[in-house]
């Protein structure tokens, strides 16, 4: 049972990046969906999560507008577009299922925003 990352990567600024979610050994569709990331000596801040029966969605003030969290459940997946990006969101960015007391987390997939 896993949640594995992919997508991550360096990108200059203002460029975008896709990053993906994938569930492997069970599957997404009753679990909330949540994206964190941590930078360098920072605390791990919440980015954005999805709703499993409504698909309601809430973002961090500091990504709000420039990424979008999605899901597609026949493909096991949740995704966070992540358009417009600063050297700010420069973290290792994860993902995090949970479902009632069942709590995943990813690896994490490293992006960098540099010139």
């Known amino acids: 049972l896993q949640l594995v990352e992919s997508g991550g990567g360096l990108v200059q600024p203002g460029g975008s990046l896709r990053l993906s979610c994938a569930a492997s050994g069970f599957t997404l569709d009753y679990y909330n969906i949540g994206w964190f990331r941590q930078a360098p000596g920072k605390e791990r801040e919440g980015v954005s999560c999805?709703?499993?029966?409504?698909?309601?969605?809430v973002y961090a003030n500091s990504v709000k507008g420039r990424f979008t969290i999605s899901r597609d459940n026949a493909k096991n997946s949740v995704y966070l577009q992540m358009n417009s990006l600063k050297p700010e969101d420069t973290a290792v960015y994860s993902c995090?299922?949970?479902?009632?007391?069942?709590?995943?987390w990813g690896q994490g997939t490293q992006v960098t925003v540099s010139s």
């Open positions: 999805i709703n499993h029966s409504d698909g309601n969605t």
């Open positions: 995090n299922a949970v479902w009632g007391v069942q709590d995943y």
